[in-house]
């Protein structure tokens, strides 16, 4: 079901180097990715991947590609959108000051040779008439889990193999996913990715 609302996400409160360790989005990528603040996207794109960022609110989707078109009119302080610390949880104040320095320091020309990678939807993360089989890597932040039914039934539609990354809460603990049916865990990936993060777990399993 697609949305309007108008409360959106301007900035990522995960670590983009957890996230970058755990999927270590590369070259020939294909990644399935909710978008968000585009933080994340836009991390994959400049490491080369081909990603497809979905969310089911419009304005998110419109917010992405507003930040787009700064980037490609070299209005540089509009696309990086700094997080003003001092309105933060302190919960997330790390992730915060660690994602400005991380938007901050990229690879802009390099990002900006690879928009041409990206393809924006406005769709429910469960869209009917995708071919999911394409996508060897696939970012779903914390969504659907708490909905464990949904989350397996969206999983299916990949190929075996696929590697998934979801983030929990720290307070919550690691994500008690792995089904020998679904998923299996991969340990030391998620231990790595969730070094570098201040507030959440990274949660890294392999598609069966």
């Known amino acids: 079901m697609e949305t309007d609302n108008c409360e959106i996400y301007r900035s990522t409160n995960e670590s983009l180097i957890a996230i970058q360790k755990g999927l270590n989005p590369s070259e020939g ?12 996207t836009f991390m994959m794109l400049e490491k080369g991947a081909n990603v497809l960022g979905i969310d089911r609110n419009k304005s998110q989707v ?8 700064a980037l490609k009119r070299g209005r540089i302080e509009d696309f990086i959108v700094e997080k003003d610390l001092r309105k933060t949880k302190a919960s997330y104040s790390l992730n915060f000051k660690s994602r400005n320095s991380y938007i901050a ?3 802009l020309d390099e990002l900006k040779r690879n928009l041409g990678n990206l393809k ?11 071919n999911f089989s394409v996508f060897n ?15 397996k039934d969206l999983t299916q539609k990949f190929s075996q193999g696929t ?3 979801f983030a929990s809460p720290r307070y919550r603990g690691p994500l008690k996913i792995e ?10 990936l998620s231990e790595e990715a969730s070094s570098f993060e201040n507030s959440w777990i990274s949660n890294i399993f392999v598609k069966n």
């Open 29 to 40: 990528d294909n990644i399935y990715a909710i978008l968000g603040s585009g933080d994340q």
């Open 120 to 130: 924006l939807i406005v769709a429910d993360i469960s869209k009917k008439n995708l």
């Open 179 to 188: 089904d020998p049916c679904f998923f299996k865990r991969n340990r030391e």
């Open 163 to 165: 590697l998934f990354y």
């Open 105 to 107: 320091e990229m690879n």
């Open 137 to 151: 890597k696939v970012y779903l932040s914390n969504a659907l889990q708490f909905n464990l039914n949904v989350l």
């Open 62 to 69: 419109k917010y992405v590609k507003d930040r787009i078109s």
